[in-house]
């Protein structure tokens, strides 16, 4: 499979193909709407194996390499939480064991007589904690370089910052490196961004009532529709619809961050744009998005959060 594709490209594509849903009604992969699938559909299609559809990807009659290849970076990424939703990957507590399955109010489930999982192959190292993986994805995890000698490689760092899996709780926003990433994000924004990003955090009234405007004649749409017994949404007041707007626009400021930074190198310029994979959910393009607001703009707590 793409025989003229680096190891770890093809390898990559090759266990992703072959994990990712397959389509019930016609050839290719459904990404259910669901992250891991959707972010796997996109990577093959990066990697040249497949064409984006509306509902996932279909595979190509014969493999393409693109001119540039897709982030390796990225890649991981998408292997990573392709190998979790499988159940082909799991993070463990530092102690080796799983984590607890919580349920409601708090609740705990536990299993009983249950026998004891299994022990981690992929040990804690630079701060990462264990891991279980099946044989298969820990042949990869080798071959993209994120495990070597049975554990965690440097490399890997970065990229499991990224995942931030539940079971290890990372807190690396007080790390050297994050810190540095933030100062060299601050001092060498692009203006372009910084113009995009000072747009995004100023919410005037008009905003404001637009958007009330626009619930109210929805709201007046439906009942004309459904009749006045219909029980529809109330119109938002002032203070719900600026706390609306303020999600929007830090959803905008992630996607900002999602698409044009990384922590190896920073904002990216378009030609590196166009090699990145929108790999939304990024905790540590949030972190690092809440870190920057709160230097750029540090009057504006709502866009830090």
């Not at 072959?18 to 709407?33: E, I, K, T």
């Not at 990433?181 to 372009?192: I, L, M, T, Y």
């Amino acid at each position: 499979m793409g025989n003229n594709y680096p190891e770890w490209a093809s390898a990559a594509a090759e266990f992703l193909s072959r994990n990712l849903p397959r389509a019930m009604d016609r050839p290719g992969w459904n990404d259910m709407a669901s992250t891991a699938y959707q972010i796997g559909c996109m990577s093959l299609v990066k990697l040249g194996f497949a064409d984006t559809t509306e509902w996932g990807a279909i595979p190509k009659d014969h493999p393409e390499r693109p001119e540039t290849l897709p982030r390796w970076d990225d890649i991981c990424i998408s292997v990573l939480w392709l190998a979790a939703q499988q159940n082909k990957l799991s993070y463990r507590l530092q102690d080796g064991s799983v984590l607890p399955r919580r349920i409601g109010n708090g609740f705990v489930m536990v299993r009983k007589d249950a026998p004891p999982p299994a022990t981690p192959n992929i040990a804690a190292r630079f701060g990462l904690g264990p891991a279980l993986a099946q044989s298969e994805v820990e042949r990869l995890l080798d071959q993209l370089g994120l495990v070597a000698d049975g554990a965690w490689t440097k490399e890997a760092v970065f990229v499991l910052w990224r995942t931030s899996p539940k079971s290890w709780a990372l807190d690396y926003t007080s790390d050297k490196r994050f810190l540095d990433s933030v100062q060299k994000a601050v001092a060498s924004v692009p203006d372009e961004f910084a113009s995009e990003i000072s747009k995004l955090i100023v919410i005037t009234d008009d905003d404001i009532d637009a958007l009330i405007n626009r619930h109210a004649e929805m709201i007046d749409q439906a009942r004309e529709k459904y009749g006045p017994k219909a029980r529809l949404g109330e119109i938002p007041s002032h203070e719900q619809a600026q706390r609306s707007l303020e999600f929007s626009r830090r959803n905008e400021l992630d996607w900002l961050f999602f698409r044009r930074w990384r922590i190896d190198d920073g904002w990216l310029s378009d030609k590196e744009a166009s090699r990145a994979i929108e790999i939304f959910h990024d905790r540590l393009a949030i972190s690092m998005r809440k870190a920057v607001l709160r230097r750029l703009h540090p009057t504006k707590p709502s866009f830090f959060e």
